[in-house]
């Protein structure tokens, strides 16, 4: 089991399904774990939940916002850098599948929102941190989903206000996360800093709960359901990918059971990578960095 002792790590939505599991897993190895949360009640049933799995009361910690909302992130983010003097991981691990289009507070997407554009904001207000507290490591949790979105990142419709389906946005959604990735490892190069995607395999976990996915998807998941890996199954490759010695400056890959595997020829498109960094830039409201 490698040791974390003396690092902390960010998980988002670590109150339940694979995060949960992460965190448990990174904790256990002796990190001090930021556990992130969109809904309070749930986020401190989980903090207690791991206090009692991993014997470490106050080695998890919560922090409370909503991927979908930029300014909750804002504020989530400023709370991170207030109780965190380092950085050495970020699971982005969070995300939502919904069946029917919504848009959030600020207007967008909320599917693409969830998934990407609020984790896309998150790490590059962290980064900074993150950076100083090198060797570090970023981790996207994507999926094989992203397989169905051939067609790429829909760039002249990136809101779905002109066509929806739930599976196709999701499986878009989870593109960008891998495109986000191949651009933050090349940003990153030589910083020290490592930033790796993967696709965790099918997981019992609370996802597509709470009505958000329905119809043929909701059915899909409810008889499928009993074949699904473990959500401690699922979190292995993060588990891997955040803390293992062996992929110690390793970057820019896409991981499928704690193996780097190539994703599909449209998540390995380095303009569509790079466009889509300058949109999301546009998006959440971030001044362009330069030096793309
Ligand atoms: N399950 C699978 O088979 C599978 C396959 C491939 C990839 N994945 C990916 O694995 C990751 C983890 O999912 P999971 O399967 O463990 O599902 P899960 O148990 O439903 O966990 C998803 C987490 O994301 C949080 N979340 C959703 N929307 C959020 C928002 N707007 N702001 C902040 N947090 C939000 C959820 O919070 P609440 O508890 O408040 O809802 C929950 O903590 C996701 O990125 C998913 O795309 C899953």
Not at 96 to 105: D, G, I, N
Request: hydrophobic letters at 40%; charged letters at 20%; a positive charge.
């Amino acid at each position: 089991m490698p040791d974390m002792q003396g690092k902390t790590v960010v998980v988002t939505g670590g109150n339940s399904g694979m995060g949960f599991e992460t965190a448990a897993a990174l904790a256990t190895m002796g990190a001090r774990v930021l556990v992130t949360a969109r809904n309070a009640d749930k986020g401190r049933a989980a903090i207690a939940a791991l206090a009692q799995r991993t014997g470490g009361e106050g080695r998890c910690q919560l922090v409370v916002f909503d991927l979908a909302d930029l300014s909750s992130v804002r504020r989530g983010a400023a709370e991170i850098l207030d109780v965190a003097p380092r950085l050495d991981v970020l699971v982005n691990n969070a995300g939502a599948v919904l069946s029917e289009r919504a848009e959030t507070v600020d207007g967008l997407e909320a599917t693409f929102a969830t998934n990407h554009l609020g984790p896309f904001l998150l790490t590059n207000l962290l980064l900074e941190r993150i950076r100083a507290s090198g060797p570090s490591r970023i981790v996207n949790v994507a999926s094989t989903a992203h397989a169905a979105a051939r067609q790429g990142i829909p760039f002249d419709d990136l809101q779905s206000e002109h066509r929806y389906a739930g599976m196709r946005v999701y499986g878009q959604s989870k593109l960008a996360n891998i495109l986000f990735t191949l651009e933050l490892a090349r940003r990153l190069e030589g910083s020290g800093v490592t930033a790796n995607s993967l696709h965790p395999g099918t997981v019992r976990t609370g996802y597509g709960a709470d009505g958000d996915a329905r119809g043929l998807l909701a059915f899909g998941i409810k008889i499928a359901g009993p074949f699904f890996l473990s959500p401690a199954k699922g979190a292995r490759t993060s588990i891997y990918l955040a803390s293992s010695p062996e992929v110690a400056g390793v970057s820019g890959e896409y991981f499928v059971k704690c193996r780097p595997k190539e994703p599909r020829r449209w998540a390995q498109d380095p303009d569509a990578a790079r466009r889509l960094w300058q949109v999301s830039e546009e998006l959440v409201g971030l001044a362009p960095q330069g030096g793309a």
